[in-house]
């Protein structure tokens, strides 16, 4: 980075940087002349794996650590593996305020960080390139107006292309080819043998089953060495790597800038930085792809850019050494029309029963007639919201009859129930998979496990309807207790915007009269407080199976898939509901004999409204 101005009394300003990796966290603190005054590692910080105990306690540790040369400081840079969307960068600063209270800090990913360590070419450029390559690869780069664009970085199952995984994947899978192909076990397979401890080919069928993604990474020290010498798999394996990492890279300067204008690319990783024959590789294809380029290795760590952002962060606030009030960057929620806290806090769901108040300690029997009398109150306070519920089986049976989707979103509780509905569907109603759908926030992790800070994401909320390309025809329902959780809103704006449906089930009536453009309709019953304060997995998740019942019941009933009260697009996958189909055919023609009926049924591949026809 250029040099800086310092502050008048730089000796006693201190910046501190924290880069956090899938390894180790890097610790860097600085003054004010950019002088370095501790460096230090730590444990392991990617903040998808950490919960938000785990993550406070990584920096109280940090901070215990730092005290002594650090006992005040002006600002913190903080960039996390892991940290990739807003929400993330949010629940940093967070749970950071908690260890450094009203200090400025900043946080990102560890990617950002990396670019920032660099110090820019001379002349400028109208975007920077990270091209990292380690035992994972990404590339990330940053263009001059801010705009940025990602490539790679998913995973050795997905992505990683040009990583150390990478080339010890394509390594094992060319030896196996070449020698079920030929016969002939060839040198470079030799040599990974070695590496691995192994004894013959067929052990590698065996060690492929459990290896992880670091032992897959492993190979690719013997690929290097084997290159060196000569080898011409090993040459081949680099090469082919090279260029898919190239084309990552590339992908993103094409985002970021117009043909002609130059980029700078920056080489990171131990990959790139420990084997220079694959670096150059590297080099020369961007070079190649991209006239005009400069390539450069990364010229120190990237904690630095940690520290570098914390620093710029203090130089533009108003009145240095004094801590402005944390305010973290603005996301996807304040674009998003979402009901005040103080909505919240008056909400039923958040109220305390009376009934309830000796509920630890009231005789086993009257704490079951007291929460089967508080269950038995939902179906009521459900017929006061009947107006609407109508009017949304209106919405669903319309677009259903036009080809249309029903999707369900939610979080938690509400978001398994959801999940829950759709997954009955198919087998229940013979619909397709894709007709009625649910999202939960954390995706399908959060089905069993609670996600850190997912239903507080705005911004994943609406990704999701871009990704499932809602539009006119699908109607798209938020359910949210309290009425407030910000993945549930963001994916009701996005989806109101492609001009879906979009209808709220919520349990806290204050928002019955909430005016927003992202919803067309509010179902809001009044259910009071759970017998378990706050637990909203009781009384509002009976009334939430309810109502899902009743739409998807319903909607089915009056587009084909339901005569009479008998499930007559049954898909019969077992002994059960085979019988069930005999018994509901013979119901539906008096004359048949369950022996005919089961007959017409395996004839017409137990399709049960085919075989009525048959017998008709």
């Known amino acids: 980075m250029p040099a800086r101005t310092p502050y008048p009394d730089a000796e006693s300003q201190r910046f501190l940087g924290i880069e956090g990796g899938a390894t180790r966290t890097t610790i860097l603190l ?279 952002l914390a620093r710029a962060l203090a130089e533009v606030t108003p009145a240095p050494g004094k801590a402005r009030p944390r305010r973290p960057a603005a996301s996807a929620a304040s674009a998003v029309d979402i009901p005040r806290l103080d909505q919240l806090a008056t909400s039923p769901t958040e109220q305390r029963n009376p009934r309830s108040l000796r509920l630890h300690t009231m005789p086993l029997a009257d704490a079951v007639d007291l929460m089967l009398d508080e269950e038995r109150t939902v179906p009521d306070a459900l017929r006061a919201e009947r107006p609407a519920i109508v009017w949304t089986l209106r919405k669903i049976i319309a677009a259903f009859r036009a080809g249309g989707r029903l999707l369900y979103v939610g979080a938690g509780t509400s978001g398994r129930l959801g999940v829950l509905d759709a997954s009955e569907c198919p087998p229940t109603f013979r619909s397709p998979r894709e007709q009625v759908q649910g999202i939960i926030a954390g995706g399908q992790t959060a089905l069993w496990n609670a996600v850190e800070g997912a239903e507080d994401d705005a911004r994943a909320g609406a990704a999701a309807m871009q990704h499932r390309q809602t539009g006119p025809a699908d109607v798209v329902i938020g359910i949210a207790a309290s009425g407030r959780t910000p993945f549930v809103w963001g994916a009701l704006a996005a989806a109101r915007k492609t001009g879906a449906t979009s209808v709220l089930i919520t349990f806290n009536p204050a928002l019955r009269h909430h005016r927003s453009a992202t919803l067309c309709r509010i179902i809001a019953p009044d259910l009071g407080p759970e017998v378990l304060t706050g637990s909203t997995r009781l009384k509002c998740g009976t009334a939430t199976k309810l109502l899902l019942n009743l739409f998807t019941t319903l909607a089915m009933s009056r587009t084909g898939k339901v005569i009479s009260n008998l499930m007559v697009d049954l898909h019969p996958s077992n002994a059960k509901l085979r019988d069930r189909a005999v018994r509901i055919l013979c119901d539906l023609h008096p004359r048949s004999t369950p022996e005919a009926a089961r007959v017409a049924l395996e004839a017409c591949a137990w399709n049960i409204k085919a075989a009525l026809a048959s017998l008709s």
């Open 30 to 308: 600085t003054d004010g002349h950019g002088c370095e005054l501790l460096a230090l590692d730590d444990a392991a910080a990617n903040l998808r794996l950490m919960s938000d105990r785990e993550l406070a306690d990584h920096f109280r540790g940090i901070a215990l650590k730092t005290a002594a040369a650090a006992p005040s400081l002006t600002a913190i840079g903080v960039g996390l593996a892991g940290a990739r969307t807003q929400a993330h960068r949010e629940r940093i600063l967070r749970i950071a305020a908690r260890i450094w209270p009203r200090i400025l800090c900043v946080a990102t990913n560890d990617l950002e960080t990396a670019l920032a360590a660099q110090p820019p070419v001379r002349g400028g450029a109208a975007a920077r390139v990270l091209v990292l390559s380690g035992t994972g690869s990404c590339c990330f780069g940053r263009a001059a107006d801010d705009r940025t664009a990602k490539s790679g970085g998913r995973g050795h199952i997905l992505g990683d292309r040009g990583s150390a995984t990478d080339i010890g994947q394509r390594a094992l899978r060319a030896l196996m080819r070449h020698y079920d192909h030929n016969g002939r076990w060839p040198g470079l397979g030799a040599a990974i043998l070695d590496t691995l401890a192994l004894n013959e080919p067929e052990d590698l069928d065996t060690w492929a089953i459990d290896a992880g993604k670091k032992e897959i990474a492993s190979v690719a020290v013997a690929v290097f060495h084997a290159a060196a010498k000569g080898d011409k798999i090993a040459r081949t394996i680099l090469r082919e790597a090279a260029t898919a990492l190239v084309e990552d890279g590339l992908r993103c300067a094409r985002q970021l800038a117009r043909p002609g204008e130059r980029v700078h690319f920056i080489l990171n990783g131990s990959t790139l930085l420990k084997n220079p024959d694959f670096a150059a590789i590297v080099q020369r294809g961007l070079c190649a792809g991209c006239p005009g380029a400069i390539v450069t290795p990364l010229s120190r760590h990237s904690v630095w850019g940690a520290v570098e």
